[in-house]
Each structure stands twice: as C-alpha cells, then as structure tokens.
C-alpha cells in the first residue's frame, strides 16, 4: 500500500502496524463530493448514533447546543432555588 488508491482517492479508514506501515484499508461505502443531500443525510445519520458497550446497541449523540442548553438549565434552576431560599431566610429574620 505504499501509493495512493487506485481512483486516485486516499479517503477510507487506514489501519497501522506502526507510524509507516499500513496494513489494512476499507474504503468508504461512496466517495467525494459529499454535496448531494443524499450523501449529507448519510453522513448525517451515521453521525447521530454512538455505540453503546453496555446495551450492545446504538444510541442518539446529543447535539453540543442540546447538551449546552441543558447544563445552562440546571444551573439556572439551581440559581432560582438559591435565590429563594435566600428570600425565605431574609423573611423568617424580618
């Protein structure tokens, strides 16, 4: 494996013995551009799900904007929970 494929595209997953010397190759299922909205929804789904060891199965990856919303969330009802517990103790000492 010592040059380029033979369509003249390196993309694919690429396995090493060590730092210079490949051993394996799988191509990918389609090749570049990945411009139609056929590919992109591929892509797409293939990059919504994670493997998950414990259930054998796979799961939906939360997007970063989901997870980043949920964490403001929380930290905003904590907040909330804080500020009125703080209003209850100023009550019970006035």
């Not at 396995?15 to 090749?31: S, V, Y």
């Not at 570049?32 to 796979?58: G, M």
């Not at 997870?67 to 103790?89: F, I, P, S």
Request: charged residues 35%.
């Amino acid at each position: 494996m010592k040059s380029a494929n033979k369509d003249g595209y390196n993309s694919g997953l690429y396995l090493f013995t060590d730092r210079n010397t490949i051993t394996h190759l799988f191509r990918p299922n389609f090749l570049p551009p990945y411009d139609t909205k056929e590919k992109r929804k591929i892509i797409l789904d293939c990059l919504s799900k994670k493997w998950d060891e414990k259930s054998l199965t796979f799961k939906p990856v939360r997007s970063v904007v989901d997870v980043t919303m949920e964490r403001w969330r929380m930290k905003m009802a904590n907040l909330m929970k804080k500020k009125t517990a703080e209003e209850e103790e100023d009550t019970r000492k006035a």
